[in-house]
Structures are given as C-alpha cells and as structure tokens.
C-alpha cells in the first residue's frame, strides 16, 4: 500500500513549514529481529495458548507413562489384582491394597499401620485439592469439562488463536444499490484438516498441530462493529451439523467468541456459515461507498473496498491476520432499479481480484429491480487483507503482457476515458520488467488498476485487482505537472512490487511490514526507471525517500524496522507502522545493503536491472516462500546464501540496522592536520544520533555500533569503499589528501543511511566547491540536509548551515550538466528547505522581514540565472523548455519566488490566472496560490475552480492554494470549509496540515480548530465513530510539530490525555520532541541568524 496521500507541494519540494515530524516533503502517498517465540529457540511466532497465560497445567501424561514402565519392570500387577479382586459400588475394583508397591511389603508392620493410618488422611486433603483446583480451572476455561478441553471462550487476545486454520473461503454478497445502500452476505469458512496445519514460511505448524488436536468449546474470529451477524452453523468432517450455544462479542478487538453447543476437537470442524449485513457507507475502510460528481455537477456511486491492514473483517466475518492465508471464492450480486441497469450505455461493473467464471454473469429480473450475479473464478492463496472488489460506472483501456498471457486493464469513471493511457503503457513495460528481475512469472490471468474517487491511501495492492486515489494513477495530459506524472507512474511501479513482495509472499506479521513496504519502495524506482528512463528516477531517490527517512527516524521515539511482535497487536498499533521508518527507511536500509552486495553497481541507472548478487537472493526468496508467509531472518538468510562476498554475513551486518531504531552520525576528523610536508590525513568514526543531539559510542555496547558501509570522493577521486564497523576508523577508512585544496565527500551519492560531519574547515572548502558545481546536484542536496540536520543536534553551528544554502543559491549555471537527465532540482530541494524552514523558525524573530528579504534577493538572483521568467514569457508560460529534472527544477524555483514575493515571478503568477488552464502545469499550483492570497475575491475565483474542477491533479492543486493563504480572514474561510462536503473526506487532514503549515498565524489558528472539532473531524475522516483508527495523528503531528513554547507543550499534553485512545504514544512523543527542539534552536540560534543575515546583506 503506499503511504497516506498528503497534499503537501506539488512540485516535489520540501514543505519548508519548519515542522520536522518526519514525514514525506512532496506529494505524499498514502502505505526487526526480536521475535516472540513460544519457548523453541529462533521460532518467530507465538504459541496460541502459553503465550497468553494458558498454561497445560496437569498435562504431565509423559512422565506418567515412564513411571507406569517402571513399575511393570518389578511386577505384573495385573496378575496380581485377580487374586484379590473386591466390589467397589457394585462395581468390580482391586483392592488398594494391591496398588502398592513392592518396597512397601518389605517395611516392618508397625510402620506400615502408621504409614496406613497417616496416608489415607493425606490422600483425601490431596483428592479435595486437586477437585478445588479441577473446579477452579473448569470455571476459569469457560466451564469445559476435563482438563482435556481447551476453551477459548474467555479469549482476550488481539491475535487469534491458532487452534482453526482457514483454508478456504465461499462468500456470497448482495448489494443494494439504491437507498439504505444495504449489504446482505453469507460466508462459508472451510478449516484445514489436521494434516494440512503447516505455514511453509514460518514455524507455527508445531503449535497449530498441537492446538488441533485439543478439544475446545469455542471458535474465535473477527467481524467488524459496523456487521450484524445472523445466524451461525457448523458443519463437521464427518457431514454432522451443529449450532451455536451462544455468542461473544469483544468490540476493542473486533473479535465474534462462538460457543459450540459441545466440545469439539478443531480437526473435527468442516466449516462455519454465517451470514451478516451492514449498511454500505463512506468509510474508506472495508467495504464502502464514493460519491462523486461529473461535469454536469451529476452526482454518481462507485463501491470498493480497502482492507489493509484490518478491515476485511468490515466488509464480512474472516480471520483478518496476514498469516491465516486462504483461497476465496466469491458470488456477488447487485440490485439496481430497472431503469439503471437497463440504460444505454450502461458502464455499470463488478470487478474481483480474478476474472468471472466462465458463464458467470447472470441477470433476471424481480419487479422493477435488476438482480445482477457476478461468479468469479477462485483466488490464489492469499491474506484477507488483498481482497477486493469493486462496482460502478467504470470504462477501461486494456492491453496485454507477454502475447496475452496477462490481460492488463486501466479503469476509471467515464468522464476519465482518456486519462487512462499513462498508467497503462507503465504497467505493461514494468509488469515484464519485475517478472525478468524476479524469475517468478505474475500468477495471475489479469491485472486491473482501477482509479477510486474516495480513496484514504495512494493505492492499494490487491492481488489481480490493484485499486488507486485517482491523482495517484489517472494522468491528464492538460492539467498533470511532471511530478504528477512522476508520482502516478511511482505508484504504479510500487504496487507492482507488491505483486511479489506481499502478495506472493507475505510477512508473517505486521511487525515485519517493511518487507512488503521497504521493499517496495526501493523497487519502484527500478520501475520508473524501465517506464520512463529520461525521469533519472534513480537520481531522485536521495530527495524524495532517503532524505524522508533520515529525518523521520532521527526522533528517540522511533522504532525498529523490526518492531517487537508484542508492540503490534491492535489495529491503531498496526495503523502506526505505516510511515517513514517502514517505508523510507526500509528501502533506504535495502538500496544500502544491494549497493554494497553489487560492489556498488547498483547505484548506477545501468545496473538497476542486473541480477546482481542481491537480486538473486531476492529470487531465493520467492521461490521458497512463495504462497505463503515468511519472517524477515528468512529474507536475510536468503541475501546471505547468495552474497558471495569473504567475511560477509548478511545478518550479522544488517542486524543494527533492522533491531534497533536511529542511525550513526559519521564524523570526519584530523588524524594529521595540514602542515609544511603534507596535506592532512582524515579519519572516520561513528557515534549514535538523534535530533536532540549525538550520544557517545563504545565498543562495550553493541547498541551503539553500526555496520557502516561508506563511499568517499575526493577532488580527483571517486568511489573509495570501505566498512566502519567500529567506533573509530583503522587505517583501511583514512583519507589521504593530494593538494591544498582538497577535500572529502563522504557518502557520495548518499548511497548509505547515515549523516556525516565535517571539520569547519572542510566545511569551507565543501562551500567552496558547491558554489562552482564541482559537487553534483545530489551530493550539494545531502550536505545541506546533513547540515540542517546537525543544527538541529548541535553539532554544528547555523552560519555554517547559511553559508552552505547561499553558496547553493549561485552554483554557477553553465557547470550544471544540461541536456540529459540531470538538473540542479535536487540541489534547489535542499536550498528552498533550509531557507523555508528557517523562515518559518524565525517568523516571532525581529529580523524575520530582512532574512526573508535577503532570500527573496537570493532566489530572485536564480531565477534570473535561469532565465525563467523571460522563457516563460516567451511561450506564454504555456511550456517550459527542458528536460524533465529541469522543467522539475523551474516549477520548484517559481514557486518559492512567489513565497519570498520575488517581482518578476509574482507579477507573472497574477497575470497567468486568467489563462490558468492553458499555464504549464509545473507552476499552475504557484499561480493559484498567489491568486487565493491575494484577497476575498482571488479567493473566492480560486475556490470557484476547485468545486468545478473534475481531475484529480486539478483540484489538489487548487484545494493546496486554498491551504496556503496567510492572512486572518482568509485562513478563517478555509479551516470552515473543512467540515463541508466541498472538501472530500479523505483530503480533510492534509487540507488542514497545509493551512497549519502556511504561517504560524495558520498554525495557532488550526490548532484552535483542531481542539474544538477534533470529534467532528474523526467521523467525518473515519466515517463513524465505531472505527479505531489513528489517521487523524497525523493530523495532530503536522499541526502541533512547529509549536515552540512550553504553553502549546502542555496544551498538547492535555490533547493527548484526553484523545490518547486515537493517538498513538509514539506520536505524542515525537510532538513532545519537536516542541522541545524547536525551542532549544530558537534560543541558540535566533541571535545567530539575524547576525549572519546582517553581515552577508547583499
């Protein structure tokens, strides 16, 4: 899935809000090795019943039958009973006296009296014990007679038990589609027998055997707060029926207890019936329901689901865990008036993640209602959570894979005809691409990409039926900017990843979610980079993830990409994993590890294709755990088998990587300073870092050494590898330097995760050499972000960090590589974040107006060095003239001369609104912005557009202008659109993050509308109040992250406690951090800038 969509810029620069939460900077998508084991050495999974407190007390049969061996070695006791056989109750039993042992007719009669007198005694207080204790545990196991069953009727899990294994599901659907819009089901789960209880990926075949094999008198699985379960039936193995002796309910957990009207063994259960119903509502969640208008302000529905990561058990009753896999069959039949379904023409369909059976549409006719029946043909064995289905008004563009052997189609609604051809022709040249890279052909017969009107994340990946927010697949070619295109294409690419990595095979549990998503986001700039090799995709990477991940796992409450198994039982829990540390982090942890495996090949465009050593592990991979589920040490044990590299051990290496959380700060030191005979000599070390400052590293703890891949350049050299391992360099990571000026460049190409600093003095000379473009793009943009960074943690002062943006803001054009795929976009990305963010540090400081007027100068100074305004005017600003990094470029430095007010670049942003749809779509969003801030009635036009607008890309552009105004009124006008229905459920938080992120005034005076409608807001978001659900956070986070003061702190404080079920604690912390941070860089530094801005006035 990728990440929660956030309208944050859209022209791929950072947000420059000065609210470092961590988060992507650019259109935003949006989806370890502790491990709980159940007793066995290196199991990773959890044992159904003594992990959570279900001990076999009394269960010692094993030692029983070797005590009864022993005796049968002294005497046949058999033999003997006959002789003095006595009648017990009329029944016939051995006297006691017989069950003694061999030793006791040897004691002297007198002790054997004594011994007779005293043990019956002791034998009834132990018989009345163990009857207590008998009578205790009954009760306590839900009254299950003999210590033989094992009763889950008093399950209070998050996670399942493992005594049921579902092998297949029948689910049949009714969908009313016309007021109340109500859903009326039926699904048949059918277990697997005793002898199919085996997970080839993981080790939890020992327990489910084990738990197969016990009686037990209830039956635990999830079903949504928002169904109403019907009736309940089981059928047994041997064609018996059973009913249900009563039911359960644990809404936290989302969990339906069924009672058996006995005790029954799970191997004896063929399969559970229940039907259900609940109304089809706009949820976004499970099952649910668009509205949406054309262009003839028509208002139509279209229904689809989104389960990931817990709600298939919203749309029907399932085991809704990752590691229950199963094969789905579904019915579904749709009920529209007549009239509808007999129209002309009629888009109207049903989509499932396989094709229809064939002959398995049907339709008759009830009255005045259109009964529509849709079969389709069964799935592969797959998670809940990849099931889909989707219905309504759709046209497709469709073509094939591989002479059609795969039928690939690109729907949307019918006003989106011809929005469709972008994301197919990507499909069908990635699609391919994958299978070559993977060796594992795509297992299904078709693959549909469907565009959602209402859709919470930017696509979901669904196997054979993948669905997307509509800006993140559909691509107009009059109003999509290059970066919308390069994001739809992105997400094609990494939904396609998913196709392998999560759906064929899927992480055993959602504390190894980066498998899937780190993964993924890794691979998707291979795909970019078949679909559209002249986007550089591989050059963007540094700016638009590592960069993301850097900031969001600087935070001390981060977490592992590992997380620990008991820290991601709940939905909100799992709800949290979804984020900059699963997702940036982990493709940024993996580029790493396949960069060092290939010998560094692979960071070139050339070789992302190559089946490189790490490639082919990847492959190793599949191939063993295909259909099923694995852990993430099953992933590196597979690197590891085929790295082919001496004294490499794949999980020894990425261990620190994926246990623990943060990353080293790599610092570059004297060993020997410049002198008469030489030029220096300059080593490296490692210390532990975080945004609130570096801690100290020590070869005694292992927590606080990295395995630390690096590549350095040099003013002559280039890509010197080495390993630190260690606290500090030996002499295979020193440098050597060949002149005066030479100098160091650590982490060239920021192929590693980690930061680097610098003596002052090769700071200067780093400066230096950013100005005259000697360092590249990418590099100048990781020494700013470093830089910023290392501000932050006090570890570097904040005139260092201006001289190093202003030398950026005159890197001399004619040294900047032109006419390929290389601009200085990914230079500007960081300058425009260190001014941005600065200015918004600064906005109380007494210099703020003469530091903004300093940058106005130095962007207005590019501009012209660009010559953008008068190309611009040349066509009109119709097109910009370019490759597609430069034209990246242009709408990035347009847009911050209309922040900063720069003449040229304003006066033609006012001009171009009145031929707004006809402006080049990398700088229309600057010209509405600058038109929705330039008062009412700019407003209101801007606002105008948006309620008419129909593409996806259009109105994101406009509702961001809407979020970007700064003066009282204005900003009043917009925060009381949010709980209209002009602005869309699923654009309520980043609406609102955007106004929070435009002034501080926009701050204050969101977080006082976040406070008063915070309740308001969650049903609107959620759709309902029954969900537990942790989107708004992020809200929350976006809003309160740029506040400096200890007031706003304890505000927030309060916020928490009282909201604290829907907002993770890990969020809080994270606010909590940043309030404190922001505060302690304006006490440090606020004095600082305005002096440096002074000195270096033009």
């Known amino acids: 899935m990728s990440k929660d969509v956030e309208l944050n810029e859209v022209n791929g620069h950072k947000n420059g809000s000065g609210n470092d939460d961590g988060e992507r900077r650019y259109s935003e998508g949006g989806e370890y090795v502790t491990v709980f084991t159940s007793g066995k050495e290196g199991a990773g999974h959890y044992n159904g019943s003594h992990a959570f407190g279900m001990d076999h007390e009394g269960d010692d049969t094993e030692y029983i039958l070797d005590d009864q061996d022993e005796d049968l070695g002294l005497l046949d006791w058999d033999q003997y009973a006959r002789i003095r056989r006595k009648r017990c109750c009329g029944l016939e039993c051995p006297d006691l006296a017989t069950l003694a042992p061999l030793w006791w007719y040897k004691l002297p009669k007198t002790r054997r009296r004594q011994f007779s007198v005293i043990l019956p005694s002791l034998a009834f207080v132990l018989l009345l014990a163990i009857i207590v204790s008998f009578t205790f545990s009954s009760k306590k196991e839900g009254g299950a007679a003999g210590s033989g069953v094992d009763s889950l009727c008093d399950w209070d899990s998050y996670v399942l038990p493992t005594h049921f294994k579902p092998l297949h599901y029948d689910v049949d659907i009714q969908v009313e589609w016309k007021d109340p819009y109500k859903v009326d089901g039926k699904v048949e789960v059918y277990f697997a027998p005793e002898n199919e209880y085996i997970d080839k990926g993981t080790e939890r075949m020992e327990t489910a055997v084990e738990d197969s094999n016990k009686l037990t008198r209830c039956l635990v699985l999830h079903a949504g707060a928002n169904l109403d379960v019907g009736a309940i039936g089981f059928v047994m193995t041997d064609g018996g029926k059973m009913g249900e002796k009563r039911r359960r309910y644990n809404e936290e957990k989302e969990q339906l207890v069924i009672e058996f009207e006995k005790p029954i063994s799970p191997s004896q259960l063929h399969h559970v019936t229940l039907t259900y119903s609940y109304p089809l509502v706009e949820s976004m969640r499970g099952f649910y329901r668009s509205n949406y208008k054309d262009s003839k302000n028509v208002t139509h529905m279209l229904a689809s689901t989104q389960m990931e990561a817990a709600d298939a058990r919203r749309a029907f009753p399932c085991f809704d865990q990752p590691n229950m896999k199963a094969d789905f069959d579904f019915t579904i ?40 029946e849709y079969v389709f043909e069964p799935t592969p064995t797959m998670s809940t959570y990849l099931v889909a289905f989707v219905m309504g008004d759709l046209v497709q563009l469709t073509d094939y894979v591989d002479n059609g052997r795969v039928t690939v189609s690109v729907w949307g609604t019918p006003e989106h005809a011809d929005d469709l051809s972008d994301a197919l022709n990507s499909c069908v040249k990635i699609l391919p691409a994958y299978e070559k890279l993977f060796g594992i052909p795509f297992p299904l017969k078709k693959l549909d990409l469907v565009a959602i009107p209402s859709f919470e994340a930017g696509a979901m990946e669904n196997w054979g039926l993948i669905t997307y927010r509509e800006s993140s697949l559909l691509v107009n070619k009059d109003d999509a900017s290059d970066f919308d295109i390069l994001w739809a294409t992105t997400t094609v690419a990494h939904e396609l990843a998913h196709m392998w990595f999560g759906n064929l095979v899927t992480m055993d549990w959602w504390n190894d979610l980066f498998l899937n998503e780190g993964f993924a986001e890794y691979i998707q700039y291979i795909g970019v980079s078949v679909a559209k090799p002249e986007y550089g995709a591989d050059e963007l990477f540094p700016v638009l993830t590592l960069q993301n991940a850097l900031v969001a796992d600087s935070y001390d409450s ?11 039982l709940s939905s909100i829990e799992i709800d949290g994993l979804f984020d900059g540390i699963t997702y940036d982090k982990g493709a940024s942890v993996i580029r790493m590890l396949r960069s060092y495996m290939s010998g560094g090949k692979s960071m070139s465009s050339d070789h992302l294709l190559d089946r490189d050593p790490f490639i082919r592990g990847v492959s190793t991979y599949l191939n063993e755990y295909k259909y099923h589920n694995a852990n993430s040490s099953q992933f590196w044990h597979a690197l590891d088998k085929n790295a082919n590299i001496d004294d490499f051990d794949v999980l020894k290496s990425i261990k620190s990587w994926i246990s623990r959380p943060n990353y080293p700060l790599v610092r570059v030191s004297w060993k020997e300073k410049p002198d008469g005979n030489n ?35 040099t003013k002559d050299k280039s890509g010197v590898v080495g390993v630190l391992d260690e606290c500090t360099s030996n002499g295979n990571s020193e440098v050597v330097l060949q002149s005066q000026d030479d100098f160091v460049l650590v982490n060239a190409g920021q192929s590693g995760f980690y930061r680097v600093n610098y003596p002052q003095d090769m700071w200067k000379r780093l400066e230096d050499n950013i100005a005259t473009g000697k360092i590249s793009s990418v590099d100048t943009s990781m020494l700013l972000d470093d830089a910023y960074a290392l501000v932050e943690a006090r570890e570097l002062s904040v005139s260092t960090l201006l001289d190093l943006a202003y030398a950026g803001s005159k890197r001399k054009y004619a040294n900047i590589v032109s006419g390929g795929s290389t601009s200085d976009y990914q230079a500007w990305f960081d300058i425009g974040y260190v001014f941005n963010a600065i200015e918004a540090k600064m906005e109380s400081s007494s ?26 005017t040349r066509t009109n600003a119709e097109s910009i003239e370019g490759d597609f990094q430069y034209r990246l470029l242009v709408g990035s430095l347009f847009s911050l001369g209309v922040h900063y007010g720069s003449s040229g670049v304003e006066q033609l942003a006012k001009s171009s609104f009145s031929n707004a749809a006809n402006v080049d779509a990398n700088i229309r969003f600057s010209v509405y912005k600058a038109r929705a801030r330039s008062g009412s009635e700019g407003y209101g036009e801007v606002l105008e557009k948006y309620n008419t607008a129909i593409d996806a890309d259009e109105k994101e552009k406009l509702l961001l202008a809407l979020g970007s105004v700064q003066s009282a009124d204005l900003i009043t006008r917009s925060l009381d659109l949010a709980m209209t229905p002009v602005v869309a459920s699923m654009d309520v938080r980043s609406f609102v993050a955007r106004i929070a992120g435009s002034s501080q005034l926009g701050r204050e005076m969101s977080w006082t509308y976040l406070q008063n409608n915070f309740d308001a807001l969650y049903e609107k978001v959620n759709g309902g109040t029954d969900v537990s659900s942790s989107r708004l956070a992020k809200l929350v986070s976006r809003v309160c992250s740029g506040f400096s003061s200890d007031e706003r702190l304890a505000q927030v404080k309060t916020f928490y406690e009282k909201y604290k079920k829907w907002i993770p604690v890990k969020t809080f912390h994270k606010i909590e951090e940043n309030i404190r941070t922001n505060k302690m860089w304006l006490e440090r530094n606020e004095k600082e800038v305005c002096t440096w801005e002074k000195e270096n006035r033009p």
């Open 679 to 713: 030029y220096g000599t300059l080593g490296l070390s490692q210390v532990p870092f975080q945004k609130t400052g570096v801690q100290s590293c020590s070869s005694a703890d292992p927590n606080s050494v990295w395995w630390v891949p690096f590549a350095y350049n």
């Open 847 to 872: 210099c703020h107006d003469t530091y903004k007027s300093f940058v106005e100068a130095a962007v207005t100074k590019a501009i012209e060095d660009y010559n953008i305004v008068e190309s611009l």
């Open 333 to 372: 039949r749709v009920l529209r008036p007549k009239a509808s379904a007999t129209r002309d023409p009629d888009d109207f369909q049903v989509l499932f993640n396989t094709p229809l059976r064939e002959g398995g549409y049907s339709r008759r006719y009830d009255g005045d209602v259109s009964v529509d």
């Open 558 to 568: 981060s977490h592992p990409l590992h997380v620990p198994y008991e820290e991601t």
